[in-house]
C-alpha cells in the first residue's frame, strides 16, 4: 500500500510539471514538448500502476477504490503544498 501512495504522489508531481506554469515556477526554465510528453505519460502510468497495486492488495474492489480515491486527495493536497513552497521560496531567494 504504501508504494502505492508513493507512486500516487510521482503520477500527480509528474502531471503537475508537465504544466507550463507549474514547470516554470519549480524549474525557471522553459518546457519542451518533449518533456511535457514524457512527464504526462510516466504520470498517467503511474497513477494507473498505483490504482492496480492497491486493487490488487485489497480483497474488496469497492473498499480498494475509495482507499485509492482518498489517498489521491491526500496526495493531490500534498503536491499542491509542495509546489506552492517551491514557487514561494525561491520568489524569496530571486
Do not use: E
Amino acid at each position: 500500500m504504501l508504494i502505492s501512495i508513493f507512486l500516487q504522489a510521482l503520477a500527480l508531481a509528474c502531471l503537475s510539471l508537465a504544466m507550463d506554469k507549474h514547470y516554470k515556477a519549480v524549474v525557471h526554465g522553459a518546457l519542451a514538448t518533449r518533456r511535457k510528453v514524457a512527464l504526462r505519460i510516466l504520470g498517467w502510468i503511474s497513477l494507473l500502476l498505483s490504482f492496480g497495486l492497491l486493487v490488487a492488495q485489497q480483497p474488496l474492489l469497492g473498499i480498494a477504490v475509495v482507499d485509492w480515491l482518498a489517498w489521491l486527495s491526500c496526495n493531490i493536497l500534498l503536491v499542491a503544498l509542495l509546489l506552492c513552497w517551491k514557487a514561494s521560496r525561491d520568489s524569496v531567494t530571486h
